[in-house]
């Protein structure tokens, strides 16, 4: 079964923190995204990557950075946490060229709590 | 990328076809239709996708009208596994922007 892992399922973590969200995916996929989910918000796309080392804003960038340093490994850094960063992080992967096309898989996503 | 416009809710009762509809007028001739679904605590999930043709697969069909502004997804024996949000998104070659889709419930 083809696979995007998220690191936790569930986080606490106090305001001034730095937090690692860690997605891994066993697909070869090129492309990676950061996505966050609230109630009557939908889906924001945080960041994304199409390449080792790459990596692009998506619509909400303000207060994370991203890593990727392997291609099978995306990560979204929290540097300092507030209470309004938290939500359910949700990660994904496509393989392919294009960023927009082709099946995206999703991990199960990290309820993120930030007290 | 274009908008899309999709009802708010719908009900569907089990074991009979689900219709789901979405508005994208503004869609650009290199841009694909994708349904994507989403079931409580989880993750997306892909359904389908289509260019200009309808598309059928193990878990759903895709219409899209001639004119490429509309299109409808049809689960054709609704189960009670079958309600989550369900999202219709137009993308070229730009990442996938979920808007807030439609809550299918499918009733008993």
């Known amino acids: 079964d083809v696979k995007v892992t998220q690191s936790s399922r569930y986080l606490v973590k106090r305001t001034g923190e730095k937090v690692f969200l860690e997605c891994v995916q066993d697909m070869d996929h090129e492309n990676m995204f950061w996505y966050r989910q609230d109630p009557g918000l939908g889906l924001r796309l945080i960041y994304f990557s199409y390449d080792v080392k790459m990596k692009e804003k998506g619509d909400i960038p303000e207060g994370y950075s991203v890593s990727r340093e392997k291609k099978e490994r995306f990560s979204l850094i929290l540097e300092s946490a507030s209470t309004n960063q938290t939500s359910m992080y949700l990660c994904?992967?496509?393989?392919?060229?294009?960023?927009?096309?082709?099946?995206?898989?999703f991990g199960e996503g990290s309820r993120l709590t930030v007290l | 990328d274009a908008k899309t416009t999709q009802p708010t809710s719908m009900d569907c009762a089990e074991g009979r076809a689900a219709n789901l509809p979405c508005n994208h007028s503004?869609?650009?001739?290199?841009?694909?239709v994708y349904w994507y679904r989403q079931i409580h605590s989880q993750g997306p999930q892909y359904i389908i996708h289509?260019?200009?043709n309808n598309e059928t697969n193990e878990m759903a069909s895709l219409i899209i009208t001639e004119d490429r502004k509309s299109s409808t997804l049809i689960l054709p024996h609704a189960t009670l596994r079958d309600t989550a949000v369900y999202y219709c998104?137009?993308?070229?070659?730009?990442?996938?922007?979920f808007g807030k889709g439609t809550r299918l419930s499918v009733i008993a």
């Open positions: 503004t869609i650009s001739g290199n841009e694909y």
């Open positions: 994904a992967s496509v393989s392919g060229g294009a960023v927009g096309t082709g099946e995206l898989f």
């Open positions: 289509g260019l200009k």
């Open positions: 998104i137009v993308t070229g070659n730009t990442p996938l922007v």
